[in-house]
T-cell receptor, first 112, second 116 residues
């Protein structure tokens, strides 16, 4: 059973702080990892992808991957109220076809 | 470059009825995946279409079926609707198949299905 686990939250941070979102996955064969942001009532929006161990930075977002620990995280620096959303971790296993297994998501609340 | 589009936006059906949802993939993408997202849950993979054939399927019964057309657009059909089918149905497009490379999937706005 391939599983992706996330803390459901809510994670509350003040404006300007660093928000740290975590995700663990069970399948060691997992190859690609994605973070999606989903505002209430909207569809998921891809914000970060990471494929190899280490850090990947894109603007205020940093994704971190540790395959040995089966752990992926997303850091949001200088959090803004507009970052308040549910963040979905998704794991891809390319086994002839490519599908995503999602966690349930972590709700982030950034207070002004 | 056009993004992923879905229709209709909202739909209300009665238990036992049938429904067809539609998706147009992002320009340049040849693979369409369908997901079901229940309230408070992450999206669950239904199936994927590549080159007009089903390329993979999640744990959904046969009353969930689909099609992909030569222009890579796709349909999701659900027969004999049940109350538990009420959910947000998401279509995601990607560049897949034997091309290798990343497998980023981009979602459309979704169709909210309510079964009463």
């Amino acid at each position: 059973q391939k599983e992706v686990e996330q803390n459901s939250g809510p994670l509350s941070v003040p404006e300007g702080a660093i928000a740290s979102l975590n995700c663990t996955y069970s399948d060691r064969v997992s190859q690609s990892f994605f973070w999606y942001r989903q505002y209430s009532g909207k569809s998921p929006e891809l914000i970060m992808s990471i494929y190899s161990n280490g850090d990947k930075e894109d603007g205020r977002f940093t994704a971190q991957l540790n395959k040995a620990s089966q752990y992926v995280s997303l850091l949001i620096r200088d959090s803004q109220p507009s970052d308040s959303a549910t963040y979905l971790c998704a794991v891809n296993i390319d086994s002839g076809y490519s599908t995503l297994t999602f966690g349930k998501g972590t709700m982030l609340l950034v207070s002004p | 470059e056009t993004g992923v589009t879905q229709s209709p936006t909202h739909l209300i059906k009665t238990r036992g009825q049938q429904v067809t949802l539609r998706c147009s993939s992002q320009s340049g993408h040849n693979t369409v995946s369908w997901y079901q997202q229940a309230l408070g849950q992450g999206p669950q993979f239904i199936f994927q279409y590549y080159r007009e054939e089903e390329n993979g399927r999640g744990n959904f019964p046969p009353r969930f079926s689909g099609l992909q057309f030569p222009n890579y657009s796709s349909e999701l059909n659900v027969n004999a609707l049940e109350l538990d089918d009420s959910a947000l149905y998401l279509c995601a497009s990607s560049l897949g198949g034997s091309s290798g490379g990343p497998r980023e999937q981009y979602f459309g706005p979704g169709t909210r299905l309510t079964v009463t």
